[in-house]
C-alpha cells in the first residue's frame, strides 16, 4: 500500500533516527500530493529514504509517527500495538488484582500510539482522542480493544469532545462506542471512588497520582492535613484511611468538592475528620488559621506553552513560599507539577526558591514521577510530565 509522501530537509531527518515521534512542520521540505488532516504519510529523507510513518496534521507539529518501520496500519497493526501496551500493565501488576480495578491502558507516544489516551475504570474503557487520525480509525481501535480485553471489557466511552485540536474538521460527541453502564465507581488500593467521565476532568480521575496518595498515606497519622487543588478528593480519602485527625479538601470548583465530598462518603460514611471547601486556593491559604502538618500543592498545569513558562515558574514559587511559610515546623509537603514543558531541573528551583525565601530549613526526603502505566518514551522527554517532591519543614 502506497501513502502520500512527507519530504524532510537536510538534516531534519536526525530526529527522527533517534526515534522521536514528532516531525515539525519548519522541518518539511516538500510534500507529495493533497494530503488531508488525519491521511496516514511516509515520512522520507532529502534522499527519497524511508523514516517513518505517521498521521498528518495541521499545526506545528505535522506529523505523529506510530511506526519506524513500513507496515500497513490495519486492524492487526492497531491490535498488536494494544496487545503490547496492555502487556506492560501486565507486568505492572496492574490487570488482575483484587485491590485496583483502574489503570491507564494506552499513554499516547508512551506507548507508541500518539494521539490516543485510554483509561480503564472497572471493565470500563475511557477513549480520549486527540488526533484527527486516530479520531478516524476509532472503531478500528475499538475492535482492537474488544480483541485484546476480550470478557474483561465491559464498555468503550468516547470522550474526545474538547481534545481535538480546535482547527479539526469532525465534531467528536462525547458517548458510549460500544456496550453501555451505569457504573461509575472503581477502585484504587482498596478504596472506592465515582468517575465522573462524562462531565469531569480529563477521562475522570487522575490516575496517575495512585502511588503517590499510597505513599501520603503512609505519613498521615495523627496529622492535619489540607489538600489543595484536591479535584475528586484522591489524596484525601488516602489521608483519612492513613488515620489523619483531620483532613480539609480545597478546589475552586464547586462539582469537584461535590465529587470529593461522595468520594470521601463512599469510604468513610459518617466521618466527621473531613470538611470541603469550594474556594481559590491562595485565598483559602491567606485567610487559614488552622495549623496543618501536612499540605498537598497539587495545581492544574500552569504552563502548557513554552512561552507562559516564566509565569508558571513565578505561581509555583508563590504557592510552595505560602505553603512553607505557613506549615507547623516538622511539617511535610506533597508538591506537584503536571505541566509538560515545566522541567523536573526547573521545577526543583522553583521550590528551593520559595524555601530559601522562607528562611526555614527544608530537606526533600523523596522525589516522586509518573507510575508505569504512564511510561516515558525514552526517545520522547516530553512524554515526561509529573514530577514532585515531598519536602520535610523544620
Known amino acids: 500500500m502506497e501513502f502520500a509522501t512527507i519530504t524532510l530537509k537536510p538534516g531534519k531527518e536526525q530526529s527522527v533516527q533517534r526515534f522521536h515521534p514528532w516531525v515539525f512542520s519548519g522541518a518539511i521540505k516538500a510534500v507529495s500530493g493533497e494530503i488531508q488532516e488525519g491521511d496516514v504519510v511516509d515520512v522520507m529523507d532529502h534522499q527519497g529514504n524511508y523514516l517513518a510513518t505517521g498521521h498528518s496534521q495541521i499545526g506545528a507539529i505535522a506529523v505523529r509517527i506510530f511506526s519506524f518501520s513500513k507496515v500497513i496500519p490495519d486492524q492487526d497493526f492497531w491490535t498488536k500495538k494494544i496487545k503490547n501496551a496492555l502487556e506492560l500493565r501486565n507486568q505492572a501488576g496492574l490487570t488482575d488484582c483484587d485491590q485496583t480495578n483502574a489503570f491507564r491502558l494506552i499513554y499516547a507516544e508512551g506507548d507508541g500510539i500518539p494521539g490516543l ?17 486516530m479520531y478516524l480509525i476509532k472503531e478500528i481501535l475499538c475492535e482492537a480493544l474488544k480483541t485484546v480485553l476480550g ?34 465507581t472503581a477502585l484504587e488500593n482498596g478504596l472506592l471512588f465515582n468517575v465522573d467521565y462524562e462531565k469531569g476532568q480529563k477521562t475522570g480521575f487522575f490516575l496517575d497520582q495512585r502511588e503517590n496518595r499510597a505513599l501520603l498515606e503512609r505519613y498521615s497519622q495523627g496529622k492535619k492535613v489540607l489538600n489543595l487543588f ?56 491567606n485567610k487559614s488559621k ?6 498537598i500543592l497539587d495545581p492544574p498545569a500552569f504552563a502548557k506553552h513554552q512561552n507562559v513558562v516564566p509565569n508558571a515558574l513565578q505561581g509555583y514559587r508563590k504557592l510552595n513560599a505560602k505553603a512553607i511559610r505557613q506549615i507547623k515546623p516538622g511539617g511535610i509537603i ?16 522553583a521550590v528551593f526558591t520559595a524555601a530559601a525565601k522562607s528562611g526555614r530549613h527544608v530537606r526533600i526526603i523523596h522525589q516522586m514521577e509518573q507510575p508505569a502505566d504512564h511510561p516515558v518514551n525514552i526517545y520522547h522527554p516530553e512524554s515526561e510530565y509529573l514530577k514532585g517532591l515531598v519536602i520535610y519543614v523544620e
Open 117 to 133: 489516551i485510554v483509561d480503564m475504570y472497572n471493565g470500563t474503557a475511557i477513549m480520549q482522542i486527540h488526533t484527527v487520525g
Open 151 to 184: 470478557d474483561k471489557l465491559k464498555a468503550i466511552y468516547n470522550k474526545s469532545e474538547g481534545a481535538m485540536p480546535f482547527k479539526a474538521e469532525v465534531q467528536p460527541e462525547n458517548g458510549f462506542l460500544w456496550g453501555k453502564t451505569t457504573d461509575k
Open 230 to 285: 484536591c479535584y475528586t478528593g484522591g489524596f484525601s480519602f488516602y489521608a483519612l484511611r492513613g488515620g489523619a485527625e483531620l483532613v480539609h479538601s480545597v478546589d475552586s470548583s464547586e462539582r469537584a468538592i461535590e465529587l470529593t465530598n461522595e468520594n470521601v462518603h463512599l469510604n468513610f460514611p459518617e466521618e466527621g475528620r473531613h470538611k470541603a471547601f469550594a474556594e481559590d486556593a491562595f485565598k483559602f491559604l
Open 290 to 295: 488552622e495549623e496543618y502538618d501536612l499540605i
Open 334 to 349: 506533597f508538591t506537584f507539577s503536571c505541566s509538560q514543558v515545566i522541567t523536573r531541573d526547573a521545577f526543583r528551583k
